[in-house]
């Protein structure tokens, strides 16, 4: 094959399936992946509507994927054709300044690159650089399916709930029961808060979230006063510790209004514009903010507690199709339409 099919992201709000040239080995860190499993990510639908600043026009979109390793470049130590791996949304090189403090976001040869400085997995082949580090080998007992957000969502939400700090018995707000909210209350579970409080405008999300137990109880702002809510579940305190993965401003105002005084707030949310901070009005209030993007480098960690069922996230997948159909699915995303979480994607069919 000469060529293979891929979703190229053309320019401001436009995307093209197309017909690429076969990714080759460039560098001898690289390796070749056939994408098995692919899904779109919010942040695809950042990239397009022109708010990622690194992401570069003509690029093959998609940073969550999974697959076979089919070559490997001279330098790649342990992988060969025929693994299985996930693939981390990070290229990264293991050796500077930032891979070794476990910052590998601020990697100086990399961080967020697939998908959106270079060509990514809503493919049928990929080009993964530095792929002893960006791969993961996905264990016999765990199906492509339940590695596939190993490397993305669940990587945030698992990075998230790290820098947290949460404390047994404490209180945990997530703001956002998307994708990445589900992975933030999945992984905050593993410290044993006392309570997690889910936030949604959608009831199908929240009802979702409580009913596979990610949460203990769900507010929706259309028609609950979180603040009051929160506060009432919490002594009258605040939340100790809170999670802004919705990414809107009025989210960001709840945030750092519903964590209690010396409280940490983990600003996962990728936003569209800036936010403001009125410190004159929390002065005394003693906060910490931690800023995304995700540090993914618990990438086994998380394969370990996947194949192990401590995190699942088959509850996420509501839709599947070929990567034939890949624009229906950013149609159906996107717009959050017939009650999707995550689509994914398929590998392309050929009649
Ligand atoms: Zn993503
Ligand atoms: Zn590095």
Redesign the pocket.
Known sequence: METMKALVWKEKGKVELCDRPMPKIVDPRDAIVRVTRA?I????LHIIHGTVPRAKEGVVLG??FVGEVVEAGSAVRRFKPGDRVAVN?ESFCGECFFCKRGYVNNCVEGGWEL?CRINGGQAEYVRVPTADQSFTRIPEGVSDEDALFVG??LA?GYWAAQIGEIAPASTALVLGAGP?GLCTMMSARLYSPAKIIAVDVSDERLALAKAKGLCDVTLNPKRDDVLCAVRALTEGRGADRVFEVAGAKNTFELAWQAARPNAVVVVVALYAEAQSIPLQLMYGKNLTFKTGGVDANSCGDIMKLVETKQLDTSLMITHRAPLNDILTGYDIFGNQKDGCIKWVVTPYERN
Do not use: A, I, L, R
């Not at 990510?41 to 695809?44: E, I, L, M, N």
């Open positions: 899904s990510c919010s942040s695809d940073h969550e949304v998908g993305d969502v945030t990445t």
